[in-house]
């Protein structure tokens, strides 16, 4: 099986295959991949992203690996442990909506940077 892009980009939905939209919240997303992982699913792109002002994006894209039998503990760790660090610097700052469409292309060349980094995969 291919890998699975979860996202909350309408722009990625438009421009990938394989990808699981939801209708919602960078959180809402968060925990779709969290489910995902529960369900098999192993991380392959990070949830969080790599810098603080990016956290405040409304839109997230994460890339899931395989599914197995067996939960990837490491990646269930990864999701669980980057939903509490979400939410804990969601509680302080809003997140930032003025600048949708910037946040939109960020995480769509964030994303593609990651799936360059598969191309056996991909």
Do not use: C
């Not at 919602?24 to 098999?40: F, N």
């Not at 269930?76 to 939903?83: H, K, M, R």
């Amino acid at each position: 099986m291919r890998n699975l892009i979860i996202t909350n980009n309408p722009t990625v939905a438009e421009m990938k295959d394989n990808v699981l939209f939801v209708d919602g919240s960078a959180e809402e997303t968060l925990i779709k991949v969290r489910d995902l992982v529960h369900e098999g699913y192993e991380l392959i792109s990070h949830p969080l992203a790599a810098s603080l002002r990016m956290m405040f994006s409304p839109f997230r894209s994460v890339i899931l690996g395989k599914k197995s039998e067996q939960i990837d503990a490491f990646s269930a760790e990864i999701i669980e442990d980057s939903i509490i660090k979400y939410k804990r610097h969601m509680d302080f700052r809003r997140r930032d909506t003025a600048h949708g469409d910037d946040y939109k292309m960020i995480d769509l060349i964030l994303l593609e940077a990651a799936l360059e980094e598969q191309p056996l995969t991909w």
